[in-house]
C-alpha cells in the first residue's frame, strides 16, 4: 500500500522508549520508516483519526507482528470509529502482550457495536488490582456505560460508587468520574445530586476538557 505524506514533525524521537524498544527488532530502515509513521498517528490521531488510520495502517503493512504497531491501529481506529478494526488489533495486541492495558477501550467498542453485555464480561475477566489506577477508573466508567445501555441506571450509579468518588481527593481521571457519575444520575432521574457532581467535575477540570460547567448550568435552570 501506498504510504501517506509525512508531517515534518513525525519523528521516531517521538516515540516512547518502549515503542522505540519494540522497533529495535526490525531492520533500521525498516523501523525508521515504521517508528515515523506511528510518529505521525499519534500526532494526528486527536484531530484528524483517519489520517492517523492511514499512517497505522501503512506501519501494519510494514511491521504487522510487532505490539506496538497493532495498538497504533487499534487506537486510531477506535477514535475514527471503527470499531470493528479497534476490536480485532486491541484483542491482538491483548494476545501478544498478555496485558490489559486497553480493556478499557476493548470494552467501551463492544458498546459501540451494540453489546453492552460483552461489555461486561469483560470488566468481570479482569483480576481486581491488577489494573492501573486510570485504566480501572475508564473500565468502570465504561461498565456504568453499559449497565445504562440495557436500562439498569440504578446499577450504573452504584458501579461508579466507592473510595474514589470523593471531591476533596482529586486525581488526575477525578474530572472524568465525577462527570461520568453525573451523568448517570442525570439518567437515573436523580438531577441536584448530577447538579452538584457536575460542579465537582468543573472543579477538577483544569484543562477543560469536559463540559460540565455547561450541564450543570441547564440542569439549574
Known sequence: MPAPDLPASAEIS????????????????????????LAAAGLLVDHDPQFALAHARYAKSQASRIPVVREAVGLAAYHAGEWAEALSELRA???????????????????????????????????????????????????AGARRDLGQLDAAVVTLQGPDLNPSHRQPWSHRLFYAYADNLVAAGRTPEAVRWFLHAAEADLEEETDA????????Q
Open 93 to 143: 495486541v491483548r494476545r501478544m502482550t498478555r496485558v490489559d492495558t486497553h480493556v478499557a477501550v476493548i470494552a467501551d467498542a463492544e458498546r459501540a457495536m451494540g453489546r453492552p453485555e460483552r461489555a461486561l464480561d469483560l470488566a468481570k475477566e479482569v483480576r481486581p488490582g491488577t489494573l492501573a489506577k486510570d485504566v480501572e477508573i475508564e473500565l468502570r466508567i465504561v461498565e
Open 213 to 220: 460547567a455547561e450541564r450543570a448550568a441547564e440542569l439549574s
Open 14 to 37: 517521538n516515540l516512547d522508549a518502549e515503542a522505540r524498544r519494540e522497533l529495535r527488532s526490525l531492520p533500521k530502515d525498516l523501523a525508521d520508516r515504521v517508528g515515523k509513521h
